[in-house]
Nanobody, 127 residues
Framework: QVRMVESGGGLVQAGGSLNLSCAAS????????LGWFRQAPGKEREGVSC????????YYADSAKGRSIISRDNAKKTLYLQMNSLQLEDSAMYYC????????????????????WGQGTQVTVSS
C-alpha cells in the first residue's frame, strides 16, 4: 500500500522559513515525479513545486520562485521543500503527491496529473 506522509508544518512568523518533508512507502520513487501542492480554505489546490525522478529541472510556481528549494532523496524515499521569506498568503495545507506520467519531464505542476496524495501538513504564517 502506497503511503505519503507529510511533516514539518506548524505556526511560523512572517519572514520566517519552513522545511517540509514527505516520507513515502510502498513504492519506488525512481518511478515518479514528485510535487508539493497547497490549498488554502476557499481556494483551489495550487502546485507549489515539482521535481522529476532524477531531481533535474524542478518547477516552481511564481509564488514560490526565488525563495523555495525542492529536493528529493530516492534512497530515503523522502521529498523535501524549503521555503523562505514566508508571507501570510503562504498559509495553507501542504500536500505531497506522485506522478508516474511526469517522471521524466514536467509541464508545470498540475495536480490532475498527480496521485498518491498524503494527508497534508498545515502551515500557518502569522504577522
Amino acid at each position: 500500500q502506497v503511503r505519503m506522509v507529510e511533516s514539518g508544518g506548524g505556526l511560523v512568523q512572517a519572514g520566517g522559513s519552513l522545511n517540509l518533508s514527505c516520507a513515502a512507502s510502498g513504492l519506488s520513487l525512481d518511478d515518479y515525479a514528485l510535487g508539493w501542492f497547497r490549498q488554502a480554505p476557499g481556494k483551489e489546490r495550487e502546485g507549489v513545486s515539482c521535481i522529476t525522478w532524477s531531481g533535474g529541472s524542478p518547477y516552481y510556481a511564481d509564488s514560490a520562485k526565488g525563495r523555495s528549494i525542492i529536493s528529493r532523496d530516492n534512497a530515503k524515499k523522502t521529498l523535501y521543500l524549503q521555503m523562505n521569506s514566508l508571507q501570510l498568503e503562504d498559509s495553507a495545507m501542504y500536500y505531497c503527491a506522485t506522478s508516474h506520467l511526469r517522471r521524466y519531464g514536467l509541464v508545470g505542476c498540475r495536480s490532475a496529473e498527480f496521485g498518491h496524495w498524503g494527508q497534508g501538513t498545515q502551515v500557518t504564517v502569522s504577522s
